[in-house]
């Protein structure tokens, strides 16, 4: 047979695995191999012709190779420690693995411990992990004392191949492919317990899950587990009750609460955003919360997202709030007959949408059942695709930029369950397709990942601690309009069909509020901090002066608080520390004499700033927002 790699073919003997076609060197690194694009084990037989890559850690089917074999490594030593226990599923997930188990006791942090020294010795025995296949009935049979494995094989089709993988002593069913040996699991560290029910219905039993993570250097791992570590610092749940911004209550589980300082944050963010897009030439419309079934059938949201929308009757007619602004922005633009000169008409709009999420997939402001998506919405001719979806591109990056984010960008393309023809489809993906390649920018293809009506282009933003979050989004929709029956006046005087697009910048005002909250550790840059500055006196010969400086501030529109308490000044330093307050300034005799303030800075490396009078602090604040400095 012949397999080329790296552009070079080479004829080797029917049969002969990944790992015989490699050198020495390569076979300390390489994880997993790909065959034409199909993933497979290095031992496993090759019988074909075709394109041969070897997969290393850097490659997310080698990381997810080593995870999942990691995983069984797991479900091992938790059966040599507790043979009783059953076994479930075990999954490798971004950045790490799990197992699912039915136990009578639930496990403690230090069964976890004992697990992991368990872990390290199979690992240390470096065993082969061997793949089998069995009959249905034989399969059936042999894993009669595993309930939930008999399950899954029951729900296998008919003529599906029913696998198993063998390691040392222990066997699990399962699909692969896996590592050559366990031993190539160089680091590894389990890190939670949680309770999950079977196939995630609360319906079924509830299970202990073990989550886990593994990476091939101890480099690595550690430094996952540093940025974890981080991470916990940073939770936007904490944060926001520390620093009284927002927070979830049980009375509304899904529907965030935000505070006065929240709303300080949040009418900043929603002022940016207006001003942005006044500058790029939208305009501010706003759309009903609730609207009626003829509508959603019409859209074709009733038909395809009903189990995720909340419905009522009103005077006998089925109502739904919207989860989605889009079916409203389309009886906007019905309002009145349009000419191809009105075109480009783009349309913003912060809407308040609402989805049933279930309550296990709740989590802070990350994921809710309420939020505010900051949609546009864009009607233009045909050959003003590519210079609108360019448009929106370069708002989208001005943002970001705006945040220090770094982000990529993904195109998603046609789903099994779209609907639309494939002319629309065909000239809905090579506009956003040309438009990325005509602004030169490198972006990863998901092939079916599109909306139901149309493809799309997600930007995924990185946080300074490495994290990925999809956030921006444009749609391009030429089956909206066709439902809505859309049209404005073409130059030759005939009714033509507008194409749409629907995109968002911040996703939902909520969720990115959380991610900021994040990315600044809740230490936001002045221009958005809820409070910019706190006078902090260190006697109360100082109060007039302090108060007189509070109001010159809040006059020039500088968020302004005041500490006059009989308090050491270094407790109320600290204090406006842990409340992330950007400015400390502090007034004592002599600045209250000289008409002048000493400026201390949040950011621990800046420190003291000195002296300056109210004029020259004035003006390097209103400099510092200006330019929203980060």
């Known amino acids: 047979m012949k397999i080329t790699r790296n552009g070079v073919e080479t004829e080797f003997p029917q049969g002969t ?8 060197e390569e076979k300390k690194t390489a994880l997993a191999a790909r065959i034409n694009g199909r993933l497979i084990s290095l031992p496993e037989p090759i019988c074909e012709d075709g394109d041969l890559e070897i997969l290393t850690f850097d490659d997310p089917d080698g990381r997810w190779t080593l995870r999942h074999t990691a995983s069984h ?21 971004e950045n790490g693995f799990y197992y ?29 992990l061997e793949r089998f296949e069995l009959p249905r009935a034989e399969a059936l049979e042999f894993m009669k004392d595993e309930p939930y494995k008999v399950e899954l094989i029951n729900d296998l089709p008919e003529d599906a191949v029913i696998s198993f993988y063998k390691q040392e002593g222990f066997t699990d069913l399962c699909a692969g492919p896996h590592l050559p040996s366990v031993g190539k699991i160089k680091a590894f560290k389990l890190t939670s317990i949680a309770g999950a029910y079977w196939r995630g219905s609360e319906k079924n039993k509830m299970l202990q899950r073990i989550y886990g993570t593994a990476f091939f250097t101890k480099e690595d791992l550690d430094a996952y587990l540093t940025r974890m570590e981080e991470a916990k610092k940073r939770d936007h749940r904490k944060l926001g009750k520390q620093l009284d911004l927002y927070d979830i209550m049980d009375e509304g589980p899904g529907f965030p609460f935000f505070f006065p300082k929240g709303m300080i944050l949040r009418n900043t963010l929603e002022d940016y955003w207006r001003e942005i897009h006044r500058k790029h030439g939208y305009e501010e419309i706003k759309t009903p919360i609730m609207l009626n079934r003829a509508l959603w059938e019409r859209s074709g949201h009733w038909d395809h997202y009903k189990e995720n929308m909340y419905t009522t009757v009103i005077d006998d007619t089925d109502f739904a709030i919207k989860p989605m602004n889009c079916p409203g922005g389309m009886l906007v633009y019905q309002r009145k007959l349009w000419s191809y000169r009105d075109l480009p008409l783009r349309c913003g709009e912060l809407g308040l949408v609402h989805r049933h999420e279930l309550s296990g997939a709740l989590h802070g402001l990350m994921r809710v059942r309420c939020f505010t998506q900051d949609d546009a919405h864009i009607f233009m001719t045909p050959d003003q695709i590519r210079d609108e979806i360019k ?17 990529h960008v993904e195109l998603s393309t046609r789903p099994e369950n779209s609907i639309g023809t494939d002319e629309m489809w065909e000239l809905a993906t090579e506009g956003l397709r040309g438009a990325l ?14 909306a139901f009506y149309g493809p799309k282009i997600d930007f995924h933003l990185e946080d300074c601690i490495g994290r990925t979050w999809q956030c921006g989004t444009i749609q391009l929709d030429m089956n909206l309009p066709e439902r809505f029956d859309l049209t404005y006046t073409g130059p030759d005087g005939e009714k033509h069909r ?23 550790a809740g230490a936001f840059p002045l221009w958005l901090a809820p409070t910019q500055v706190k006078i902090l006196t260190i006697t109360d010969r100082a109060d007039a002066a302090a108060k007189a400086l509070r109001q010159k501030l809040e006059d ?8 006059l308490r009989n308090e050491k000044i270094g407790f109320k330093i600290r204090e406006a520390q842990m409340m992330k307050i950007p400015y400390m300034l502090v007034i004592g005799d002599k600045e209250a004499e000289t008409g002048t303030v000493a400026v201390r800075s949040r950011d621990k490396n800046k420190g003291d700033l000195g002296v300056m009078t109210s004029d020259e602090l004035l003006n390097m604040l209103q400099q510092e927002i200006r330019t929203k400095a980060r």
Do not use: W
């Open 17 to 24: 695995n990944a790992l015989d076609m490699i050198d020495k």
């Open 100 to 128: 699912d188990f039915d136990v009578s006791e639930p496990f403690t942090p230090e069964f976890l411990a004992a697990v992991e020294k368990e872990m390290a010795k199979i690992i240390k025995k470096n065993s082969r």
């Open 391 to 407: 448009g929106v591109y370069n708002l989208i990056d001005e943002v970001y930029s705006v945040f220090g984010f770094k982000y």
């Open 556 to 563: 020039a529109g500088i968020r302004t608080e005041i500490d």
């Open 73 to 93: 490594v797991l479900a091992q030593a938790v059966k040599n420690l507790r043979p009783e226990a059953k076994l479930a599923i075990g999954p490798a997930i």
């Open 437 to 450: 390649d005509d602004l030169g920018v490198n972006y990863i293809v998901n092939e079916g990942d599109g």
């Open 498 to 520: 507008p194409v749409m697009i629907h995109r968002v910048v911040f996703g939902s005002i909520e969720r990115f509020i959380g991610i900021i909250t994040e990315h600044f």
